[in-house]
């Protein structure tokens, strides 16, 4: 996909152009990695979130909001901006020194979704250290084999009713189950500790259970009489058709194929491969770009689910067209 690398280079914003050739390319040197963090420190979306840190580096807003520390490191993350930034550090040297961090809309639910096995405060903090590229953390290594179990878990499930119930028109998990968030993915795509022949073969297995089980109700759950939603973002269909998506799915199957390339099972599954391959014949028609007619703010708000765009806006169309062919870069290369 040269033709694809060469239109980045000459035409992307510097998050772009500084992720391709240090994450893709693998070929960037320290004086073109300095330039670029001087211009992504720029970002006015990196720039909001460094300038709002308090003296200790905590940002004081509701933790899994648009304007948390969630986003803000994912923010980091997605922006190239080096976890050797003093602030970044200083952020996640608090947070790892917190015992109470997950303050606002997480502060109990969180809490309830661990202790189900439905991914909450602590799996969340996990994939934040893994956003910042820190892994040799107990607490990350305990969340990474709680997923292993719930693949191997999920991999022996042959229909939704073992899992679930009808409770008021709607439906919720029984107790005692275990199921996959979108944050599972995440920490497995940022981490490298579990990657072994047998770990695969349990992923391979319960990604099959979950095409197989796809299109998958919405299902919440039950804790005294209150109804909460477990973080479900991107995980309903897994049979989605990269020829039939409307304008906000193109989010949800980019997100997931990412996802599914840096855990390293797009092409141990013939379903992800085909749509890998889909992606690959569009993108030659169209001299290596991904041309998507879509302006969907999901890709351009940032919060703890969505946000994509790395240019600073859509407004010309050649940025529009850079998002999207970094994106797919990413997931055939």
Partial sequence: MNESINFLLQNACA???????????????????????DEI?????????????????WIDEDFHSEKGVETAVRV????????SNEQFKKLMKEFEEREDFDNGCLKKVGKILDEKNLGGSKLIKAVI??????EKKDFV??????????FQYVSEINNIDEIAVDYKGKKIFKDNIKWLSIYDLRLLAFTKS???????????????????????PYINVLEKNQLIAPASFCMDNFKLNIHSLKEREW????????LLKEIGVIDKINLFKEQKDDLIKIMKKNEGLLMIKTNHYYFKKWGPYCGMALEKDWRSEKRRICDFTFRALKIIK
């Fill in 15 to 37: 998050s772009i152009r500084y992720r391709l050739k240090k994450d893709l390319l693998k070929n960037i040197l320290e004086e073109e990695k300095n330039k670029f963090q």
């Fill in 41 to 57: 420190i720029k970002d006015i979306y990196v720039k909001n979130f460094l300038d709002i840190q308090n003296e200790k580096g």
């Fill in 76 to 83: 980091f993350y997605e922006k190239g901006l080096d976890n």
């Fill in 129 to 134: 250290f893994s956003y910042a590229g820190i």
């Fill in 141 to 150: 290594k305990i969340e990474i084999n709680k997923i292993l179990d719930k």
């Fill in 194 to 216: 579990w990657r072994n022949e047998e770990n695969y073969i349990k992923l391979v297995n319960g990604f099959k259970t979950l095409i197989k089980l796809s299109p998958i």
């Fill in 251 to 258: 989010l949800f199957w980019i997100h997931k194929m990412e």
